[in-house]
Antibody, heavy 121, light 110 residues
Framework: EVQLVESGGGLVQPGGSLRLSCAAS????????MHWVRQGIGKGLEWVSA???????YYPGSVKGRFTISREDAKNSLYLQMNSLRVGDTAVYYC???????????????WGQGTMVTVSS | QSALTQPASVSGSPGQSITISCIGT?????????VSWYQHHPGKAPKLMIY???NRPSGVSNRFSGSKSGNTASLTISGLQAEDEADYYC??????????FGGGTRLTVL
């Protein structure tokens, strides 16, 4: 079964750091572009970061310079290092696969259940 | 990159059809056929309903259809059912090599 499972969420103070993990099963993570998407409380979905097949990375202006996406092929896992966290970063964070090949293309076809990050003093 | 514009809410009775719009720009929706739609029930993972503007993944009901004209994409749900009640989001690739979501639309089945 194709599955993504996030972990690492929790409570952190403003200015603090947190590292999220996303374990993939049922497919090889390095064969797909992988993304992080978040949803703030009472808010909509917001794209947070992406890592391409070649390890190229992309971020929106709201997190650029503070967040770093990476992957570890040997562990079939994706990570999001979040530094200088702000109250506004409070959200459920989802990892998502960008489909391709035999899977639906250019869309997020597999999602994890999410992990909650709360930034508060 | 600004969020794509969706109506905050739509509603319809069982059996009726509804359409949700998603307005972007020539740098995202209008420039690429990489528009997708997601159904999101609170507390669950979002589910892909439409990809590349018009395509349905395997297992998604043919009551769901997508289209695009210029900078506006649309999701139509026909034969509304109670289980369709959820939040719906559009998404698009952008010319900045980033991705953007719409603000979301709450569908209420009356």
């Amino acid at each position: 079964e194709v599955q993504l499972v996030e972990s690492g969420g929790g409570l952190v103070q403003p200015g603090g750091s947190l590292r999220l993990s996303c374990a993939a099963s049922g497919f090889t993570l390095s064969s797909y572009d992988m993304h992080w998407v978040r949803q703030g409380i009472g808010k909509g979905l917001e794209w947070v970061s992406a890592i391409g097949l070649a390890g190229d990375t992309y971020y929106p202006g709201s997190v650029k310079g503070r967040f770093t996406i990476s992957r570890e092929d040997a562990k079939n896992s994706l990570y999001l290092q979040m530094n200088s966290l702000r109250v506004g970063d409070t959200a459920v964070y989802y990892c998502a696969r960008l489909g391709g090949g035999a899977a639906p293309g250019n869309a997020f076809d597999v999602w994890g259940q999410g992990t909650m990050v709360t930034v508060s003093s | 990159q600004s969020a794509l514009t969706q109506p905050a809410s739509v509603s319809g009775s069982p059996g009726q059809s509804i359409t949700i719009s998603c307005i972007g720009t020539s740098s995202d929706v209008g420039g690429y056929n990489y528009v997708s739609w997601y159904q999101h029930h609170p507390g669950k993972a979002p589910k892909l309903m439409i990809y590349e503007v018009i395509n349905r993944p395997s297992g998604v009901s043919n009551r769901f259809s997508g289209s695009k004209s210029g900078n506006t994409a649309s999701l139509t749900i026909s034969g509304l059912q109670a289980e369709d009640e959820a939040d719906y989001y559009c998404s698009s690739y952008t010319s900045s090599s980033t991705w953007v979501f719409g603000g979301g639309t709450r569908l209420t089945v009356l």
